[in-house]
């Protein structure tokens, strides 16, 4: 019999609570607080980098886009929430992230990166990306090496691929599906239609 000892896609979220920063200000945030909507979990580095800001900030620019497809974000690192804030209050232009539209946890203890199986041999959490259902089950992983960003665009896309199947649980969506694009019947008669028309 297969044994399984990692996580993976169709399980369920591993719940966490944990210090954030958001709007100046430190909150507890709690996982299990945000069923009923869809979670971005977003893993990085370390504060005070080089690519994370890019990420950070292109999220953030991205937020209202997500939020109205009804999901919110959570930025995750191993930095303490007094290092967060001090990020935040730095101006872009120096390296900062200035004001952020959804908050940054705080994994000191680097138990959040443990669960979610980002954490390196170096203690740092690698860029890992989870797209958390409405029910609390990971949807999408997806983890990066330390040196290269994400699309956020593709986060979004695939966002909106989850949310379409979810809601109509007889199709499922082709390679590049993109919203409005036609998708296949997840029957073995009805699917030829789409074959057919490509």
Not at 55 to 75: K, P, R, V
Request: proline fraction near 4%.
């Amino acid at each position: 019999m297969l044994t399984k000892n990692f996580l993976q896609v169709g399980d369920k979220a591993p719940c966490f609570s944990a210090v954030a920063v958001y709007e100046q200000e430190f909150r507890r945030i709690n996982l299990s607080d945000y069923l009923g909507k869809y979670v971005i979990l977003l893993f990085y580095p370390l504060d005070f980098t080089f690519v994370c800001p890019t990420e950070i900030i292109a999220f953030s620019e991205m937020y209202d886009q997500i939020n109205s497809l009804g999901a919110e974000i959570l930025g995750i690192s191993v930095d303490s929430e007094y290092c967060h804030l001090a990020w935040m209050q730095l101006d872009r232009q120096s390296g900062g992230v200035g004001d952020l539209k959804y908050p940054l946890v705080s994994d000191l203890n680097k138990q959040i990166s443990l669960s979610y199986n980002v954490l390196n041999h170096e203690g740092k959490s690698l860029r890992g990306l989870f797209i958390i259902d409405k029910e609390g089950i990971i949807q999408h992983s997806l983890v990066n090496n330390l040196d290269f960003g994400r699309s956020v665009n593709e986060t979004l896309r695939t966002l909106q691929a989850i949310k379409h199947v979810q809601n109509n649980p007889d199709e499922v969506c082709p390679a590049n599906w993109q919203p409005g694009n036609a998708t296949i019947k997840s029957n073995p008669i009805q699917s030829k239609d789409y074959f057919q028309s490509i």
